[in-house]
């Protein structure tokens, strides 16, 4: 037995895939990614050697890569990253997003229904597609208003939201239509190793090590509910093993923070941990025009998967982001590395024009 997991050499999937085979008795990952600009090799580093890790470079738009992995690994489950994931980068180049989030997990879904379709018994019966999905398909929560709950309307704002919605609607319809063996997980915004530095919390961590400014859109009171990549990581295999097919699970830390409010803790840990002779970093925060459609709030409610599957996050909020940035603090090279050409080139393009 093995599993399939498309993106996994990207923030999240790179930590599942490391998390899942932490474990010894865990089936082997077959890993399907692209290595876009947000995937990279170097996150997998510690499994080289390892005979239950197989990497595969490719496309999940390449239907015929997706049958041959299928007819060859035969694995009991798919477990769908694969995704364009940057909102400010949807808002550049929305192509790219309709692409990879839309026609990518139709083709991955049709790929799928052909190979469960050629199975029989116990195998057929445990087949799972797992749809790792976002927060940010509900839309916008006024201050107060009840956090999203998996019956929440969709509402997305950006190109980015809009093709995971779109992506998320596929998977329902093909186990209405087909009867596909689905589950869907939603999560709030996570943080944690890997994580590449174009989204808030690690841009913030490695521009204040290098002594640049730390933009921050508009009046900084966006709000967000913030999720340890881990904890992340063992929702997803809690869904895997008990959720109810077709059904929705929201994966949430119980945590929601104004952005200034993430940026100033992060601020205050390296003040702690590596303090610059030069003053607080905290004097380095700017702010800079906002994002355009900028979603004010978003906040999970994940009261189903705890009620049903018994799963709570691990790491508070105060844990999970001194991790996090001790990771950072200690990992200078993976940081270097991924900081190429065309990610100055990006930073470049999205923050120059917001001064």
């Given at each position: 037995?093995?599993?399939?997991?498309?993106?996994?050499?990207?923030?999240?999937?790179?930590?599942?895939?490391?998390?899942?085979?932490a474990d010894p008795t865990?089936?082997?990952?077959?890993?399907?990614?692209?290595?876009?600009?947000?995937?990279?090799?170097?996150?997998?580093?510690?499994?080289?050697?390892?005979?239950?890790?197989?990497?595969?470079?490719?496309?999940?738009?390449?239907?015929?890569?997706?049958?041959?992995?299928?007819?060859?690994?035969?694995?009991?489950?798919?477990?769908?990253?694969?995704?364009?994931?940057?909102?400010?980068?949807?808002?550049?180049?929305?192509?790219?997003?309709?692409?990879?989030?839309?026609?990518?997990?139709?083709?991955?879904?049709?790929?799928?229904?052909?190979?469960?379709?050629?199975?029989?018994?116990?195998?057929?019966?445990?087949?799972?597609?797992?749809?790792?999905?976002?927060?940010?398909?509900?839309?916008?929560?006024?201050?107060?208003?009840?956090?999203?709950?998996?019956?929440?309307?969709?509402?997305?704002?950006?190109?980015?939201?809009?093709?995971?919605?779109?992506?998320?609607?596929?998977?329902?319809?093909?186990?209405?239509?087909?009867?596909?063996?689905?589950?869907?997980?939603?999560?709030?915004?996570?943080?944690?190793?890997?994580?590449?530095?174009?989204?808030?919390?690690?841009?913030?961590?490695?521009?204040?090590?290098?002594?640049?400014?730390?933009?921050?859109?508009?009046?900084?009171?966006?709000?967000?509910?913030?999720?340890?990549?881990?904890?992340?990581?063992?929702?997803?295999?809690?869904?895997?093993?008990?959720?109810?097919?077709?059904?929705?699970?929201?994966?949430?830390?119980?945590?929601?923070?104004?952005?200034?409010?993430?940026?100033?803790?992060?601020?205050?840990?390296?003040?702690?941990?590596?303090p610059d002779p030069a003053?607080?970093?905290?004097?380095?925060?700017?702010?800079?025009?906002?994002?355009?459609?900028?979603?004010?709030?978003?906040?999970?409610?994940?009261?189903?998967?705890?009620?049903?599957?018994?799963?709570?996050?691990?790491?508070?909020?105060?844990?999970?982001?001194?991790?996090?940035?001790?990771?950072?603090?200690?990992?200078?090279?993976?940081?270097?590395?991924?900081?190429?050409?065309?990610?100055?080139?990006?930073?470049?393009?999205?923050?120059?024009?917001?001064?």
């Amino acid at each position: 037995m093995t599993i399939l997991v498309t993106g996994g050499a990207g923030f999240i999937g790179s930590n599942f895939v490391l998390d899942w085979l932490a474990d010894p008795t865990a089936e082997p990952v077959v890993n399907l990614d692209n290595l876009t600009y947000a995937g990279n090799r170097a996150n997998l580093a510690s499994l080289q050697g390892d005979a239950r890790h197989s990497f595969v470079h490719g496309d999940i738009c390449d239907r015929a890569l997706a049958d041959s992995l299928l007819a060859t690994h035969r694995p009991r489950a798919i477990v769908h990253f694969a995704a364009e994931s940057h909102v400010d980068r949807s808002i550049h180049g929305p192509g790219a997003f309709m692409k990879t989030n839309v026609d990518g997990t139709f083709t991955l879904l049709e790929a799928a229904r052909a190979h469960w379709g050629t199975l029989a018994g116990d195998a057929k019966a445990a087949f799972r597609f797992h749809h790792v999905s976002t927060d940010e398909v509900y839309g916008s929560l006024q201050p107060g208003a009840p956090a999203f709950t998996e019956a929440h309307p969709y509402e997305p704002n950006s190109p980015y939201s809009a093709s995971k919605a779109a992506s998320d609607h596929l998977v329902r319809a093909w186990h209405h239509t087909y009867g596909l063996p689905v589950v869907t997980t939603n999560c709030s915004n996570n943080y944690g190793p890997y994580h590449f530095p174009e989204k808030l919390i690690p841009l913030m961590i490695v521009n204040a090590l290098a002594g640049k400014p730390l933009p921050v859109y508009g009046d900084g009171q966006q709000i967000r509910d913030w999720l340890y990549v881990g904890d992340h990581c063992s929702g997803i295999r809690a869904v895997l093993a008990g959720g109810r097919l077709g059904e929705t699970y929201n994966i949430g830390g119980w945590n929601e923070q104004a952005n200034i409010d993430i940026v100033k803790i992060v601020c205050g840990l390296l003040d702690e941990l590596r303090p610059d002779p030069a003053g607080p970093y905290a004097r380095l925060i700017t702010y800079v025009t906002d994002r355009p459609g900028h979603d004010r709030r978003y906040a999970i409610d994940a009261r189903k998967i705890e009620r049903e599957l018994g799963w709570r996050p691990a790491e508070t909020f105060a844990t999970g982001i001194r991790k996090t940035v001790q990771w950072y603090l200690a990992h200078a090279d993976w940081v270097a590395q991924v900081q190429s050409g065309a990610y100055r080139d990006w930073v470049s393009t999205n923050y120059a024009a917001r001064a």
